[in-house]
Nanobody
Framework: VPLVASGGGSVQPGGSLRLSCAAS????????ISWLRQAPRKGLEWVSG????????LYADSLKGRFTISRDDAKNTLYLQMNSLKPEDTAMYFC??????????????????WGQGTQVTVSS
């Protein structure tokens, strides 16, 4: 399995979680990777992306300042640090690899590998 997401769980509003996405089977450092999420009864939403060099990151406007994406190419792992979580952050979170090298995506298309998802539930 090229991407395996983990780190989800249940947390109270205002809490934090760190998601991880372990990659294998391809040269991780060459590709931009994104986090996306899907809430119950809603469509897929792009959350954040990071360029292959790690020097450029993008976030959905509604999430700026609360979420931080990062990558460790030595460990072939992508991270998403989520702080000040809100009930509306409740969703299944997926990591996804861009189909082409050197691309930083900011939408829901253009990916060829997806992780299986990790559930985040924010509730009091």
């Amino acid at each position: 399995v090229p991407l395996v997401a983990s780190g989800g769980g249940s947390v109270q509003p205002g809490g934090s979680l760190r998601l991880s996405c372990a990659a294998s089977g391809f040269t991780f450092s060459l590709y931009g990777i994104s986090w996306l999420r899907q809430a119950p009864r809603k469509g897929l939403e792009w959350v954040s992306g990071i360029h292959s060099t790690g020097g450029r990151t993008l976030y959905a406007d509604s999430l700026k300042g609360r979420f931080t994406i990062s990558r460790d190419d030595a460990k072939n792992t992508l991270y998403l640090q989520m702080n000040s979580l809100k009930p509306e952050d409740t969703a299944m979170y997926f990591c996804a690899k861009a189909s082409n090298t050197g691309v930083l995506l900011s939408g829901t298309v253009g990916y060829d590998y997806w992780g299986q998802g990790t559930q985040v539930t924010v509730s009091s």
